[in-house]
């Protein structure tokens, strides 16, 4: 239980990092588009922007049904991609290593492969589990009004 007190900060963190994409086309839509925003100072806007969306994406986190369930699947699809076959393909090109050294990360890249498969038939299946329990609080069995 300990733990959980920095569950909040490691999603603030995350949500700042892969968010970055967004935050930019956002901020450089609303300089190009927004009459007046010119004149708000840079740091300002960023503090207004980054606010507005991570209530905007916590609201919608809220009252998704099952949301620890879809992160979980979108987790184990961007997995293996993003910390595993793309830096070991950009260290391999870059760095030329040994043929020894290419074969045990090769072998790393197959092992996150697998365990990332795993775990999204692992999400798959909870969230089919979820999905087939699920009523809407005003759709409940047995109530009548």
Known sequence: MQGLGLIPLCVSLLMQVFS???FHALETAL?????GVKRVPTLLLR?????LYVCFT???AVVMPF???IIGLVGALVFWPAAVYYPVRLYCKLYKPR???????QIMNVVAAVTSLLAVIGASW?????VSHFTFG????????
């Open 47 to 51: 503090v207004i922007v980054r606010s």
């Open 67 to 69: 949301f620890t369930d």
């Open 126 to 130: 909870n969230i089919k589990q979820h």
């Open 20 to 22: 970055q994409p967004v």
């Open 58 to 60: 916590t609201s919608v």
């Open 31 to 35: 300089v190009d588009h927004a009459p």
């Open 99 to 105: 043929r020894n050294v290419v074969l045990l990360m």
């Open 138 to 145: 005003w759709l409940g069995h047995g109530h009548s009004g």
